[in-house]
C-alpha cells in the first residue's frame, strides 16, 4: 500500500474541520455504550436490593429487640388492665372479650417456620383443632406455601408485625410500615388480609404499659383487633415436656387463650407436648376455637375490618368462614403488591444463597491467586538473579522501534529524546495515524539520527504497527506507544532475550510514569502489583497472555508467521501474544526494560481506557477459543494459559463485587466487628503481596498508604469496567481503538530505578 509522503492539508479557514474516520467512529461507540453502562449500574442496583431486601427480611435491617419494662400504665385503663385477652375498640371504646368456660384458643408466635410449623399443623388437623397464628411477615414472605396450607386447612392467622420488632419505641410510620408490609406478605401467600394482631413480646393484658397503650389505641381505631394471652406454656425456655403442658393448662375450668410458638428456636418439645395438651385438655371437656370462633361467641358483629384493606376491597365483602371471621379476601392493588413482594422475596431467597457459594469460590480464587503470585513471582526472582535463564551471546546488532502515533503532539517529543539516548543501537520509526494537531511535522524538526516518518490515512493502531513493520530494516523490532519513554538501558535489556533462538517475543516492565496524582498512584500500585507480579507468575509458567503495547519486542520472523498484528479484536497486544504462543513460540518477561507511559488522567478516559482492555482481552480468548482442544504448544497455552487468564482476569474479577457486597451486607446487618476484621484481614493480605512487588520492582513503599482508599473507590469501578465488558460482550457490541488525550507529563527518564 502505498503511503502518502506529505503533510494533510490544513482545512480551509473559517470552515470547521471534518471529524476523522476514528473520531466518528469514537461517537458512534460512545453512543452504543451509554445505554450498556446504564444495564450494568442496573445489574449492580439490582444486586444491592436483592441484598437489602434479604437482610430486611431476616430482621437484620432495622431489627430493634428494646423491651420495655416497668414502665407506668396511668393511661390505661382500669377495665383494660383488669379485662380478657381480646381488645377491640366498637364505637372507638376500648372493650375486651373473655375467653369462655372450657374453651381453649391456641394461639402460635413468630412463625411460619418451613421446620416446626408443618408438623403443628399436623397435629392440629389430626385431633380436628383449629389454631391462631401469629405471622411475622418476613416470615411469611418467605415461605409462603406454609401459610396457604394453614388457611386452607381452617387455622386463622394474625399480624405479628413484619419483623418481630417492639412497636412501643417507634414511629407511627415505622407501625404503619410494619403491619402494612405483612398484610401485603398475607395477601401474596394465601390471598387474604386480616383484623388480628399481636404485638411482640406482649403478653396478658396487665402489662399494657403508657408506651404501648397509644400503638393498641391507634391500630384499634383502623379496625384492628388485639390478641394477648391468658395462660403461657413458656416453651421458648425449653422446660421439658411435662412443664409445657402444665404450664398451659388454665385453672379451675377457666378458658384461655393460650401461647405457643411454632418458630423463634428449636422447638421439638412444643411438637411433643402439643398432642398431650390436646388429649389432656380434651379429656377435662374442653373445646377448642379461634379468636374468631370467641367473638362469634360473645360480639356478634362482625369485626371491623383494617382501614387499609378497605382502600383494596369491596365493602360488602364477607369473611372467608366462621372461624376465620377475622380473614378478608385481598383484591385489587393490595394482592398485586402482595403477589409481587413474595415472588421478590422468592428471587432473593435463591440469589442470596447462590452468591454466597460464589462468593467462598471467589475468595478462594483471589487468595490462591495472592499465593501463587507470592511464590511464582520469588522463584522467578531467585531464577533470574542465579542466572538460571542463561540466553546466551549478548545481543548487539541494531533493531528497529516502531511508534504509532494520533495526535501525540504533547509526548512525541519526549518519547523520540527518549529513544535518542538508548545504549543500544535503533532505528526509529514513527507511524503517523492520520494525525490532525501535527504529530508528524514535530517529529520531523527534531532532527534526530535514525528517525523516520511514515505517514498514512487513519486505519487504527494495528495498521499502524503492521505498516511500521514493514518499513523496519531489521530482525528485532520493538513497539511502544506514542505516550511512553524508555530509559537509555530498555532498548539493551529488552533485546537479550532474542540470544535465545526459542524466544519469539519479549514484554517489558512498564511504569506509570504520571503517578503525583491520587488516581495516577493508584494505578501505580495496580501496575505494579496486578501487571508485573502476574507478568512473573506467567513467565514462569511459560504462559505469558499480554505483551503490553507501551513496551514489548518481536522477532520480525514470529511477527510475521503469526499473521502481525490484527484489527479483528481491541486487544491486539493480547491478540498477537497468544497467536505467538500458538505458533510454537516463547514469550518471555523481562522486568529490567522499563518504560514510563503516560497513565489516564481522568476517570473518564480511564473508564474508557480499561473498558477497551477487558473487551478486547475477551474478544481474544474468543478469537483463540480452539486452542483448548490443540495439540503442541497451542494446546499448551490453552490448557494452561487460557484457563489462568479466564479465571484470574475474567470470572474472578467479575464476582469480586461480591466481597464487597457481603462486606457491607454483614457491616450492617451481622456483625459489623466481625466483617470489618475480615476485609482488613484481606487488606493486609493485599498490602503484603503489592509490597513484595514494590520491593522486587525497586519502587518506593510510599505509594502504598493510598491502598486502602483504592480498595474502597478505584477497585469497584474496575469491576463495574468488566461488568460493562461483559454486557457488551453478551449484547454482541463492538468497539473500535479510542484514542485517549494526553498531557506531555511524562518526561524523560534519569534511568534510576525507583524513579518517582
Not at 47 to 74: I, P
Not at 523 to 537: A, K, S, T
Request: charged share 20%; net charge neutral.
Amino acid at each position: 500500500m502505498t503511503m502518502p509522503t506529505s503533510p494533510p492539508t490544513p482545512p480551509a479557514r473559517g470552515r470547521r474541520r471534518a471529524p476523522s474516520r476514528m473520531e466518528r467512529a469514537a461517537g458512534r461507540a460512545a453512543a452504543l455504550q451509554r445505554p450498556r453502562v446504564l444495564l450494568a449500574l442496573l445489574l449492580l442496583l439490582a444486586l444491592t436490593c436483592v441484598m437489602l431486601l434479604d437482610g430486611y427480611l431476616r430482621a437484620e435491617v432495622g431489627g430493634d429487640q428494646r423491651v420495655r419494662t416497668g414502665a407506668s400504665a396511668s393511661d390505661v385503663p382500669d377495665d383494660v388492665l383488669d379485662g380478657g385477652p381480646i381488645l377491640s375498640f366498637p364505637g372507638g371504646r376500648a372493650t375486651t372479650v373473655s375467653v369462655p368456660d372450657k374453651t381453649i384458643v391456641l394461639t402460635f408466635d413468630d412463625g411460619p417456620d418451613p421446620t416446626w410449623t408443618p408438623q403443628v399443623l399436623e397435629i392440629l388437623e389430626k385431633y380436628d383443632v383449629p389454631g391462631t397464628f401469629f405471622l411475622v411477615g418476613s416470615m411469611v414472605s418467605r415461605h409462603p406455601g406454609i401459610v396457604r396450607d394453614m388457611v386452607e386447612q381452617g387455622n386463622e392467622v394474625g399480624v405479628h408485625t413484619f419483623t418481630h420488632v417492639d412497636l412501643s419505641y417507634q414511629s407511627q410510620a415505622r407501625v404503619t410500615r410494619e403491619i402494612e408490609q405483612t398484610q401485603l406478605a398475607l395477601a401474596g401467600a394465601a390471598g387474604i388480609t386480616t383484623t388480628l394482631f399481636r404485638a411482640p413480646y406482649s403478653s396478658q393484658t396487665d402489662a399494657i404499659d403508657n408506651y404501648s397503650w397509644p400503638v393498641y389505641e391507634s391500630l384499634g381505631e383502623d379496625g384492628y383487633t388485639s390478641v394477648f394471652i391468658d395462660t403461657d406454656s413458656d416453651d421458648w425456655k425449653r422446660p421439658g415436656v411435662s412443664k409445657i403442658v402444665e404450664w398451659a393448662t388454665p385453672e379451675d375450668g377457666e378458658g384461655a387463650s393460650v401461647l405457643f410458638h411454632d418458630a423463634g428456636g428449636e422447638r421439638s418439645q412444643t411438637i411433643e407436648a402439643l398432642p398431650k395438651y390436646i388429649e389432656k385438655m380434651k379429656a377435662k371437656g374442653y373445646t377448642f376455637t379461634t379468636v374468631s370462633g370467641v367473638m362469634a361467641d360473645q360480639q356478634p358483629q362482625q369485626a371491623q375490618q383494617p382501614q387499609q384493606a378497605q382502600q383494596s376491597q369491596q365493602s360488602q365483602q364477607q369473611p372467608v368462614s366462621g372461624l376465620q371471621a377475622a380473614h378478608h379476601r385481598a383484591t385489587g392493588a393490595t394482592l398485586y403488591e402482595g403477589k409481587a413482594l413474595i415472588a421478590a422475596v422468592a428471587v432473593a431467597e435463591w440469589t442470596v444463597p447462590a452468591l454466597s457459594v460464589g462468593l467462598v469460590v471467589v475468595g478462594v480464587a483471589v487468595m490462591g491467586r495472592f499465593a501463587m503470585m507470592l511464590l511464582l513471582a520469588r522463584r522467578h526472582h531467585r531464577q533470574r538473579n542465579r542466572r538460571r535463564f542463561g540466553w546466551g551471546p549478548p545481543v548487539t546488532g541494531p533493531v528497529s522501534v516502531i511508534v504509532p502515533a494520533y495526535n501525540e503532539k504533547e509526548c512525541i517529543e519526549a518519547t523520540l529524546r527518549s529513544l535518542a539516548r538508548s545504549t543500544h543501537p535503533v532505528e526509529i520509526i514513527v507511524v503517523d495515524d492520520g494525525s490532525t494537531d501535527g504529530t508528524a511535522e514535530i517529529a520531523e524538526s527534531l532532527g534526530l539520527p535514525d528517525v523516520r516518518v511514515v505517514r498514512q490515512a487513519n486505519a487504527g493502531k494495528p495498521a499502524a504497527l503492521n505498516n511500521g513493520v514493514r518499513h523496519a530494516r531489521y530482525g528485532i523490532v520493538v513497539m511502544m506507544d506514542g505516550d511512553t519513554v524508555f530509559e537509555p538501558d530498555t532498548v539493551r535489556h529488552l533485546v537479550q532475550p532474542f540470544a535465545d533462538p526459542g524466544v519469539g517475543a519479549v514484554a517489558g516492565n512498564a511504569k506509570v510514569g504520571n503517578r503525583r496524582t491520587l488516581i495516577g498512584a493508584w494505578q501505580h500500585i495496580e501496575y505494579v502489583m496486578g501487571f508485573n507480579l502476574d507478568r512473573r507468575m506467567y513467565d514462569l509458567l511459560r504462559c505469558m497472555p499480554t505483551i503490553p503495547g507501551a513496551i514489548g519486542a518481536f522477532r520480525r520472523e514470529a511477527l510475521l508467521q503469526a499473521g502481525g498484528m490484527s484489527d479483528d479484536t481491541l486487544a491486539e497486544d493480547t491478540d498477537i501474544t497468544i497467536a505467538l504462543h500458538r505458533a510454537g513460540w516463547r514469550v518471555v518477561y523481562e522486568e529490567h526494560a522499563r518504560a514510563w507511559t503516560e497513565a489516564p488522567g481522568s476517570l473518564g478516559q480511564l473508564w474508557s481506557q480499561r473498558y477497551r482492555w477487558s473487551y478486547g482481552t475477551m474478544q481474544a480468548l474468543w478469537k483463540h477459543r480452539r486452542s483448548l482442544t490443540d495439540r503442541g504448544p497451542s494446546g499448551r497455552f490453552g490448557r494452561v494459559g487460557m484457563p489462568l487468564v479466564v479465571l484470574f482476569q475474567v470470572v474472578t474479577p467479575v464476582f469480586a463485587p461480591l466481597i464487597d457486597v457481603f462486606t457491607v451486607y454483614s457491616m450492617l446487618f451481622v456483625d459489623f466487628r466481625a466483617a470489618l476484621l475480615a476485609w482488613l484481614a484481606v487488606l493486609g493480605v493485599q498490602l503484603v503481596c503489592a509490597a513484595y512487588a514494590f520491593r522486587l520492582d525497586r519502587e518506593k513503599y510510599r505509594y502504598l498508604l493510598m491502598m486502602p482508599l483504592q480498595q474502597l473507590a478505584y477497585r469497584q469501578m474496575m469491576y463495574l469496567v468488566l461488568i460493562h465488558s461483559c454486557v457488551t460482550a453478551l449484547t454482541g457490541g463492538r468497539l473500535r481503538w479510542q484514542k485517549l488525550r494526553r498531557t506531555g507529563e511524562v518526561g524523560t527518564p534519569t534511568g534510576t530505578p525507583g524513579t518517582g
